[in-house]
């Protein structure tokens, strides 16, 4: 009887295997939990063999980690054709149909996506510094991704968008400026038929944190990958107490969070965008503030 | 995992492509830092700026706000590139200066102020920009992070020893030593003279150095 449930992919894994067969994390680490909560995710190993399916991917290097898939008769993946490293010819790579074309501009991908159907090798990579983190769904299991993380997915997992309503509008009358901290719009993965595998990539490293019934924190918008849909998620302003700036007009001194509430498990990156220039802010979405 | 303490407070560093600070705050402790750095805190954490002479440090092309943020409570810190974090323990009367953009953040026992790069070769040709930062501890240790892109090596000069550094790999130096433009003139023939520029740096002191950098352009 199987009683290990990995710790960064949730799901019941082999205890004597050197590494998660499901997600590559090792499973004989360390906790390695800081004292506020968060876990690192572990680089998966270098040649780590992940199962799906008939089909397996075997994750290679660690700065720009390579995804190497060896697909089996009658499964697929899609992907964007930027992350195209290498194939094997016999692997037939066709695009995507149309149907959905909508969903994937809104999700923030590519209209036209490529589909590689077994048998066949093939191999992707993003191009930053970073780690490449696998989910596996269960069927009928669902995650929201930030948009621009989404490396690859198995044939059978389905995606949609949804709007982050976390905006804020900067400027005057005449040149107004909407801002999408996080994003206009979020991914969310849902695995039908049977159980898939997600694969996201993430520049430099990823750190996760389960939060509890209720329990909040205060996080940078862009630093977010990925979240459990039971997570909510708003805009957070806060006002640290200036000293003297307040004489310029334009000038807005605040820091722009977002603001997660469990219960669920969230994970952000080390590396996320600079905030934008401090002008003021006109208009926004529903928003929490504090002044200090 | 590693942990470090300054005064009643802790940090923990992790990561090994952009590393995380992460700070539990007691509440008589607060650490500032660019405001663009902080990653996550908790909401408890008090947020307040440090008085600098802002514009003039905007014409200087660095961040005319530096944050505080006061204890109790927890928060964390990153930079954009990746790198190592450098964590220097300053004693009681030390100095240092560090690149302009480089540090991530400082306890509130360190004073900080930022100086001007000497000389218009300097300025121009240094590759460093017009500012340094300068961190300084009078009677309380403190604790100094600093980002570093790529990897980050130490080299300690004796007194009068010098070393030429390309300026944009230069990190942080004790106070005690100089900084000069060094003009390298490079001959090729048909091809005319091209000048390069170097920092030279004369101890006695501490020399810091980051392996990733964008090149500093030679002019002819």
New interface residues.
Partial sequence: MNTYVCRFCRQPSDPSAPTCPLCGAPVDIRD?V???G?T?QP?IRDMAKLQFGQSHVQIAGT?VPIAEFNLAQQEMVYFSHHVLLWADPATRMQNMSMRGGWKRMMAGMPLIMLEAHGPGHIALSDNH???VIALPLQHGQSIWVKEHRFLTATGNIRYDWTSNDVWYVTGDDNDQETHYPMGQFGDVFTATDRPGLLLLHA???V?IRDLQQGQ?????PS?LVYRDNSVRVHLHL?Y??????AFWRSFD?R?V?I?VTGPGRIA?Q??????EEMEMIRNHSYATR?R? | ?TELRFSGS?C?V???????A?I?LAPQDGVYFE??V??????SV??????TS?PRRSLGGMPH?V??ANGPG?I?F?R???GELVVLPLHPGMELDVREHAFLLASHSIQYSFVRIKGLANALHGGNGMWMDRFVTSQQPGLLILHGNGNVLQRTLGAGEKILVEPGAFLYKDSSVTLQTQQIQLKTGMLGHHNMYLAEMTGPGRVGIQSMYVHHHSGE
């Fill in positions: 390695s800081s004292d506020s968060w690192k680089p700065m510094a970073g780690e520049p430099g490293n750190f909040s924190l205060l996080i940078q630093s806060e640290p107490r200036s000293q003297g700036f001194y820091n969070f603001r952000v080390s590396i996320f965008e600079r905030p504090h200090w | 995992m802790t923990q992790e990561g090994e492509l952009v590393p995380v992460e539990a405001h663009h902080l990653l996550w805190k908790d909401e008090p947020l307040s700026s440090l008085k802002g706000i944050s505080v927890r964390a990153s954009d590139a990746a």
